[in-house]
């Protein structure tokens, strides 16, 4: 059964890149497994998917030692800075960057171990006060503070879309997103390669796709609906 999801959501990613005139192998198909036992995941991996996503440290701490090693996780949501030590050494990618205190201290959790993390800037593309991320008018110069650091490399953009029943309503988003990736990246910032977009979810990723993104972040599309003893419990309520 999550077979049949994950076929129909790769053909609906290609069916998207085919129309925006792109390669398939353009974007990454990111599985946002979170709330999803391990059980879920191993099914995902064994039909293919290496990428998976998870919005809490605990969570990616959890099942990382019961799954396949060359799993790429990546962490996509808010992140406290006093967990930053429980997926340092884990994850690929951080795609929720939103702070120069949090970017400093992935900086000194990624030095201590030695390592260069790959980190996205979230912008809050629609002004939406219930999220998190950087107002985009200020997005350039967040990239400029942060690439200083050297145990970190900023590689891109992400948000999350407004919810909607009509997922073209986004695409101008989408589309503005796009433009303020191409245009920070055109400035040549020293440690800095705008070169993925991280945009994109279950009820609008093919709008995304059209429209540039590099990642997009498929949940309910192939593990299902979530259930949350407290609805909260969603980043996205
Ligand atoms: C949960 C989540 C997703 C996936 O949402 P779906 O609508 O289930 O595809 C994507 N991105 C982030 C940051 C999330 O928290």
């Given at each position: 059964?999550?077979?049949?999801?994950?076929?129909?959501?790769?053909?609906?990613?290609?069916?998207?890149?085919?129309?925006?005139?792109?390669?398939?192998?353009?974007?990454?198909?990111?599985?946002?497994?979170?709330?999803?036992?391990?059980?879920?995941?191993?099914?995902?991996?064994?039909?293919?998917?290496?990428?998976?996503?998870?919005?809490?440290?605990?969570?990616?701490?959890?099942?990382?030692?019961?799954?396949?090693?060359?799993?790429?996780?990546?962490?996509?949501?808010?992140?406290?800075?006093?967990?930053?030590?429980?997926?340092?050494?884990?994850?690929?990618?951080?795609?929720?960057?939103?702070?120069?205190?949090?970017?400093?201290?992935?900086?000194?959790?990624?030095?201590?171990?030695?390592?260069?993390?790959?980190?996205?800037?979230?912008?809050?593309?629609?002004?939406?006060?219930?999220?998190?991320?950087?107002?985009?008018?200020?997005?350039?110069?967040?990239?400029?503070?942060?690439?200083?650091?050297?145990?970190?490399?900023?590689?891109?953009?992400?948000?999350?879309?407004?919810?909607?029943?009509?997922?073209?309503?986004?695409?101008?988003?989408?589309?503005?997103?796009?433009?303020l990736c191409v245009d920070i990246k055109e400035k040549?910032?020293?440690?800095?390669?705008?070169?993925?977009?991280?945009?994109?979810?279950?009820?609008?990723?093919?709008?995304?796709?059209?429209?540039?993104?590099?990642?997009?972040?498929?949940?309910?599309?192939?593990?299902?609906?979530?259930?949350?003893?407290?609805?909260?419990?969603?980043?996205?309520?």
């Amino acid at each position: 059964m999550l077979k049949d999801n994950l076929a129909s959501v790769e053909q609906r990613v290609a069916e998207a890149c085919k129309r925006a005139g792109r390669s398939r192998d353009e974007v990454t198909l990111i599985a946002v497994s979170k709330t999803k036992p391990v059980e879920m995941l191993s099914e995902v991996y064994d039909a293919g998917v290496r990428d998976f996503g998870e919005n809490k440290p605990q969570e990616i701490r959890e099942k990382y030692p019961q799954l396949p090693e060359d799993i790429r996780w990546h962490m996509i949501g808010h992140l406290q800075r006093n967990k930053i030590k429980y997926i340092i050494d884990k994850v690929c990618m951080i795609h929720s960057v939103d702070s120069v205190r949090l970017a400093q201290a992935i900086d000194e959790a990624a030095g201590k171990i030695g390592i260069v993390m790959p980190v996205l800037v979230e912008v809050n593309v629609a002004g939406e006060e219930s999220k998190s991320g950087i107002r985009p008018e200020e997005a350039e110069n967040f990239v400029r503070e942060i690439s200083v650091f050297p145990n970190i490399h900023v590689e891109g953009l992400m948000t999350i879309a407004p919810f909607t029943e009509n997922p073209e309503e986004n695409r101008p988003y989408f589309r503005n997103l796009c433009k303020l990736c191409v245009d920070i990246k055109e400035k040549n910032i020293d440690n800095v390669n705008m070169c993925s977009l991280s945009m994109g979810m279950t009820g609008d990723f093919e709008i995304a796709i059209e429209e540039g993104a590099t990642m997009v972040r498929v949940g309910t599309g192939i593990f299902g609906e979530r259930y949350y003893p407290h609805a909260e419990a969603d980043g996205r309520l």
